[in-house]
């Protein structure tokens, strides 16, 4: 992995894409990207499946729709759901890096305090998430609804604004 913030952040996502394979495949996803477009389906797969860029979504029969760019994933909602505890994130970079990617990324998680409620996360110029700050890890957020419901994976590579 290259030691930037940006492509750790990149790395984070693809870690927890893996999981929702895994963990959520009959769950319906919305995914924003960066340009202010939404895509929806079921989780597919990563392609390639050696150092993946894309991640394929597919349709309730299991057939291929859209592959969009890890690298330019703001968030994932997964809709009708409660966020699983078995998620696990992959630890901070040591040494962090260094740069301004890194200083916002600090400072966007540093912000977003695990606990806070009614938060609002802007990026790719629309609303992504709305709710409580479950987790707060290097590169991730994760925002829940009541009851841990409709959780949204964020990266804090992606976040414009946050309204609390």
Known sequence: ??????????????????????????????IAME???NVSGRAGSLIPTTNPGLFQLVNSQGVAEEAVSICKIVSIKITSSTYNNNITYI???NPIPEGCDSNCEEAIRGYLEEGTTDVL??????TV?????????YGMA??????????VFASLCKVESIKK
Request: include cysteine; charge should be positive; charged fraction near 15%.
């Open 1 to 30: 992995m290259t030691n930037t913030t940006t492509c750790y952040c990149i790395e984070q996502m693809k870690n927890i894409i893996k999981q929702i394979i895994k963990l959520y495949p009959n769950d319906n996803l919305i």
């Open 35 to 37: 340009s202010g477009n």
């Open 91 to 93: 630890d901070a970079p």
């Open 121 to 126: 996360i802007k990026g790719g110029g629309q």
């Open 129 to 137: 998430a709305q709710g409580k700050v479950l987790k707060s890890e």
């Open 142 to 151: 994760v925002i829940v609804g009541s009851n841990n419901n409709n959780p």
